[in-house]
Each structure stands twice: as structure tokens, then as C-alpha cells.
């Protein structure tokens, strides 16, 4: 066929899968009929056999451009990822999140041992060399805890958005710098263990413990928890690009944050209800039994909810009583 | 001279769809995307600060004795959350292309050419507070410079590439002008070894009988130089009439018959 044959048949489809492009808004089809939406599918398959034909019989010719062009653009508007819906929010938190959990495991204890050998360092730090403690204890807290005071609260929903910031901002720092081999989330892990483990040090020494631990427990427990689970997401990219398997790097670090991304968003999420703890529970004037109550009861429900949310029961096989996994006491799970 | 299509060009990533065809997109350049984020600056930083000077106005008139570290550290996130939600809701929103993309004519792509889902557009805006990190530039621009396909870490990490949208050739431009056949009233007597030619030597005809505007001097000695290599390729005798035709009608009914010949 002629080039000018070739053209003057095809070109009204091309004009129409033009005109359909055209008509596209914001990047989708909307607006768009099932009828029409069908045909949209039939012109870009013709198209897309239209630029084979070009490459191979006009691979110089300005209409394979064109093919390719008009191919390229009408690609995205048919082929996409599934919408984000809001109604699928409810069910990310009632099952996806625990999931997503559970599934990262590995990097979540990771980073809890680090949390740990930070705080064991800050500890370690603070009773042998005592004459250091005044450089490595905040000045201000430590003095209102030996007052035996509060230490100054702020307005508490300025303190409370000050606080999630505070935290939201070290768990999405901790997953997109995570990419440069983990290093800053580990940082931030063993540098939030130290500071602790310094504080809870001095506390010890000045006995203050029940005190202390009253002030940090109630919104401690969820917001060291979600940090923990903030800087496993980082340590899971890095992972990913430390060794990548048989993927390569770039897929592999793809895929990493693709099951990270949900935990890190989740966590930050999250963050809010522990700030508002930190600024309106915490330094309250309860008595230090009802502020280690309510950590409790916060931490029970949020292990609770993390480690047995949206397990799938295993179907027992058919020719096999369906107590049998029940009595055997497996794992309920089935892999994922 | 002839201009190159898609496959040869570096930056061009073929994308094999679901019709069994690679189509290639066009990858951003670095400079194009360094302007498409300036224009977004332009637009994001005066909507962070203004964030920020609210949210402080707020703090101060909402109560007194605020500590100046929390409302600085308030307003601060307040100007970050605003300067990165900026990117990510304009990517959602339009099917990946801020104000400054559309301006550069690019767009956000995932690398399989389909459209970014929300989770894709997430995660390449999250790693955007690393690539604007550590130094003014940022070291997405760094990375940028050295990948291939033009990628920062985002794109990587969200296995998203950001291509250009605009093409110069369009359906007008791409249907060329016939050829300007001016000596030849028909396709004349059959050339001996006209087999021998086959779609590169029409292209190369056409190519030449489509150009407009040529001196007619320097058609002429053009003609003369194709007309010797076709004579050469068709290895006509050296008695042979075609080698005594006008070289510019030799060519014409080369093309008239070559035409009838592949349509």
C-alpha cells in the first residue's frame, strides 16, 4: 500500500480517535457513553495496528510519528490503576492496615530493636558517666520532675497540632529518605531510643519513675508504636535497595513502596489521635494510675486491632473435618 | 534531509501495551521539568506561605502566652503540608499534570504507559519532600541528570515516568503533499530491473519528488545524482533508453511505477 493510500483510508478513524482525545477532561474519559467508551477501545486498537503497520513499511515517514503520538496520548485515558475511592477507606483501616502490618514484620521488629538499643545507649550513657548527665538530659524537664511539678503546658490544641506535625513529619521523613539505604529511618529510630533512654535514666536515678512514666505512657505507647511502625516502612525501602533479589533495583524499591506506602500513610493517620493524647491526657491533672490506665488500655487496643484485624479464617479442605485446623491449633492465616 | 521517528532518539522508552504494540513515549527532559517546577513554585509558595501566616495569625489571636516554638513549628508544617499537598492533589485531580506540567505540555505516566492511580501519585509525592531535600537544588535533579529515562527517586520508587505530551507532527502535517509530478503525463514504458527496487527506494523518491521549493538548477543536479544511483541499483545495460531520459523524468516514472506497483 502507498503511503498515500495508506493515509487517505485510515485518517477519518485517526480524526475521530482525535476528536475523542479532545474530548477527554482532567485526564479521563468522562462524560463518555459505554457505546462510546467502546468504540474509544476499537479506534485505539486500530490505531495501534495502524503504527505497527507505519514502523514497518514507513518507518521514516511523519505519520508513524503521528501514530505514535496519537497512541501515546490515548493509552492513559483507556489503561489505568483502579480509582481511589472514599468508601474504601473504612475497610483499609478495618483490614488493609493490620494486613499491611502484619505482612512487614521483619522490618517493624528491626526498627523496634533499634528504638531499643538506642534507649539501652541512652541509658547506658547516663549511668556511667554521670558527670555528662547535665549535657544529656533536657534541662527544663528533669528540674520540673524533681520539683515535682508539671512540666508547662501549653494550650493544649496548639500543643496537640504542634505534636502531630511534630510526628507526622518524622514518619513520612522516615519513608521517603528510607529510599537512601535506610540510613536516616535507622537514625531516627536509635536517636529516638537514646533521647528516652536518657530522660528515663535520670528519672530513675531522682525516683521519679511512677511520675515520668505516667507522662510518657498514655500517648507513649501509641506514638512510639506508629514511630516504630514509621521507620520499619523506611527500613523496608532501603531494604529493597540494599538487595533487591532478582529484581533490579528500581522494581524492587517499586514494590517495597507500594506495600509500604499504605503503613506509612496509616501511621501518620494515626499520629493524630496520639498527639491529641500527648497534649490533653498526658499532662492532665488525673492521678498517675488512671494516665497508666488509659496507656494500657490505648496500647491493648491498638495491638489488638493491628495483629488480628482482617485475618482470613483457612478453609478447612473439603474431605477433611473442619475442626480439624481449629484442634490442631495452625495459624489461622492463610499467606498472603 | 529525513527525520528520524521515535525509535532511535535516547529519550524515548518503548512501552509494549496491551495491543502487542511498543509505542514510544517521549521522556521529560531535565530542563523541562526543572521549568514545569518553577511554574509550580510559582503557584505552590505564595498558597504555603499565605497557609502559614493563617495558621500563625490564628495561633496568637486564639489565645496568649503561646510558646513561640510551637506556633513557629504549627506554621511551619502548615507551609511543607500545603507546598506538597499542592503537587499531590493537582496530580490526582488532573491525571497526573500539575499547572506547570500542563504549561511544558508533560504528563505523569506509570511505566507500562497507563495512567497513575492514587497510590503511584502518593508515594512519588511523598519521596518529593527527599528529592527537594539536602541541597537548594535537590538531589532529585542530581539523580535526574544521571537516569537514562530522566527519573528522580520519586518516579523510581512509584515506578512512574513523566513524559511530553506534545507532538509537533499533526494529522495536516503528517498527510504530506502529494508528489509534484511535472514531467511524466503517465508512468511510461516499463523500466528494466524495476524489481530490483523495492519501499526504500520509493520512500527516497518521494522523499525528493515532495520537496517544494528547490531551485531548479539544483533540482536538476539532485535529480542527476538519484538518477545515477537508481540507474546503478536497477543495473540497467549501458545501451539501455532510461539512461538517456531526463533525469528528473527518469525519477518521476520510477516513482509513477513503483507506486502502482506496492499500492
Redesign the interface.
Given at each position: 500500500?502507498?503511503?498515500?493510500?495508506f493515509?487517505?483510508t485510515r485518517?477519518p478513524e485517526?480524526?475521530e480517535l482525535?476528536a475523542a482525545i479532545n474530548q477527554a477532561r482532567?485526564?479521563?474519559l468522562r462524560s463518555t457513553s459505554a457505546t462510546q467508551l467502546e468504540r474509544f477501545g476499537m479506534l485505539?486498537?486500530h490505531a495501534?495496528?495502524d503504527?505497527?503497520i507505519a514502523?514497518r513499511?514507513?518507518?521514516?515517514?511523519?505519520?508513524?510519528?503521528?501514530l505514535?503520538?496519537l497512541?501515546?496520548?490515548a493509552?492513559?485515558?483507556l489503561?489505568?490503576?483502579?480509582?481511589?475511592r472514599i468508601s474504601a477507606v473504612p475497610e483499609f483501616f478495618a483490614t488493609g492496615l493490620p494486613r499491611a502490618f502484619r505482612a512487614a514484620w521483619p522490618y517493624i521488629l528491626a526498627s523496634c530493636a533499634l528504638l531499643l538499643l538506642g534507649f539501652i545507649g541512652g541509658w547506658l550513657a547516663v549511668v556511667l558517666r554521670p558527670d555528662l548527665r547535665d549535657s544529656l538530659v533536657p534541662h527544663s524537664l528533669f528540674d520540673e520532675l524533681a520539683r515535682g511539678g508539671h512540666p508547662t503546658v501549653?494550650?493544649a490544641?496548639?500543643?496537640a497540632?504542634?505534636i502531630i506535625?511534630?510526628n507526622?513529619?518524622v514518619a513520612?521523613?522516615c519513608?521517603?529518605?528510607g529510599?537512601?539505604w535506610g540510613i536516616v529511618p535507622a537514625l531516627v529510630m536509635l536517636s529516638n531510643g537514646w533521647m528516652l533512654g536518657t530522660i528515663a535514666a535520670a528519672v530513675h536515678e531522682g525516683g521519679y519513675d511512677v511520675r515520668f512514666w505516667a507522662l510518657i505512657v498514655p500517648h507513649g505507647v501509641i506514638e512510639l508504636s506508629i514511630i516504630v511502625i514509621a521507620g520499619g516502612t523506611g527500613l523496608m525501602?532501603g531494604d529493597a535497595v540494599l538487595r533487591p533479589g532478582l529484581q533490579r533495583r528500581?522494581?524492587a524499591?517499586?514494590a517495597a513502596?507500594?506495600s509500604a506506602?499504605?503503613l506509612?500513610?496509616g501511621a501518620a493517620m494515626l499520629l493524630v489521635i496520639a498527639g491529641t493524647m500527648e497534649a490533653y491526657v498526658s499532662p492532665s491533672g488525673l492521678p498517675d494510675a488512671a494516665k497508666l490506665a488509659v496507656g494500657g488500655t490505648a496500647a491493648v487496643l491498638l495491638y489488638s486491632w493491628l495483629l488480628l484485624a482482617g485475618r482470613r479464617r483457612t478453609v478447612a479442605p473439603e474431605h477433611e473435618p473442619r475442626s480439624w485446623t481449629a484442634l490442631s491449633g495452625l495459624p489461622g492465616e492463610v499467606p498472603t | 534531509m529525513?527525520?528520524?521517528?521515535?525509535?532511535s532518539t535516547p529519550d524515548t522508552v518503548r512501552?509494549q501495551?496491551?495491543?502487542n504494540?511498543s509505542?514510544?513515549?517521549t521522556t521529560a527532559g531535565l530542563g523541562s521539568r526543572v521549568v514545569a517546577q518553577l511554574i509550580d513554585n510559582v503557584i505552590a509558595l505564595p498558597l504555603a506561605y499565605i497557609a502559614a501566616f493563617a495558621y500563625s495569625a490564628l495561633?496568637v489571636s486564639?489565645?496568649s502566652?503561646?510558646?513561640v516554638?510551637?506556633?513557629a513549628?504549627?506554621a511551619?508544617?502548615a507551609l511543607?503540608?500545603v507546598y506538597f499537598g499542592y503537587f499531590l492533589v493537582c496530580e490526582?485531580?488532573?491525571?497526573?499534570?500539575t499547572p506547570g506540567k500542563a504549561a511544558m505540555g508533560l504528563?505523569v505516566?506509570?511505566l507500562?504507559?497507563?495512567?497513575?492511580?492514587?497510590?503511584?501519585l502518593?508515594?512519588r509525592n511523598?519521596?518529593?519532600?527527599?528529592d527537594v531535600?539536602l541541597f537548594a537544588a535537590g538531589i532529585g535533579v542530581v539523580i535526574m541528570f544521571f537516569h537514562p529515562l530522566s527519573r528522580r527517586?520519586g518516579d523510581?520508587?512509584?515506578?512512574t515516568i513523566v513524559?511530553r505530551?506534545r507532538?509537533r507532527?499533526?494529522?495536516a502535517?503528517?498527510?504530506?503533499a502529494?508528489p509534484l509530478i511535472t514531467r511524466a503525463p503517465d508512468a511510461g514504458p516499463a523500466v528494466e530491473g524495476i524489481e530490483r527496487l523495492g519501499?526504500t527506494e520509493?520512500?527516497a523518491l518521494?522523499t525528493f519528488l515532495t520537496r517544494a521549493g528547490l531551485a531548479p538548477e539544483l533540482r536538476a543536479r539532485l535529480a542527476a545524482d538519484i538518477a545515477a544511483r537508481m540507474l546503478e541499483r536497477l543495473a540497467v545495460a549501458p545501451s539501455a533508453p532510461e539512461r538517456f531520459w531526463p533525469p528528473e523524468l527518469l525519477l518521476e516514472r520510477l516513482y509513477l511505477q513503483l507506486?502502482q506497483r506496492?499500492?
Open positions: 500500500m502507498s503511503l498515500d493510500t493515509i487517505a485518517q485517526w480524526s482525535e482532567r485526564g479521563r485505539l486498537r495501534s495496528s503504527l505497527a514502523r513499511d514507513y518507518p521514516d515517514a511523519q505519520v508513524t510519528e503521528y505514535n503520538s497512541c501515546s496520548r493509552n492513559p485515558l489503561y489505568r490503576g483502579s480509582p481511589m501549653p494550650d490544641p496548639f500543643a497540632a504542634f506535625q511534630n507526622i513529619r513520612l521523613i519513608f521517603g529518605f529510599v537512601l525501602l528500581g522494581d524499591l517499586g513502596a507500594r506506602v499504605a506509612a500513610v | 529525513l527525520r528520524v521517528a521515535g525509535p512501552v501495551t496491551a495491543e504494540v509505542i514510544g513515549f495561633a486564639a489565645s502566652g503561646q510558646s516554638t510551637i506556633v513549628g504549627g511551619l508544617f511543607f503540608f490526582v485531580v488532573t491525571g497526573g499534570r504528563r505516566v506509570r507500562d504507559g497507563s495512567a497513575p492511580d492514587f497510590v503511584a502518593l508515594i511523598v519521596v518529593r519532600v527527599l531535600a527517586l523510581i520508587a512509584a515506578s513524559v505530551e507532538s507532527v499533526t494529522l502535517t503528517a498527510a504530506a502529494p519501499s520509493y520512500n518521494r507506486d506496492l499500492r
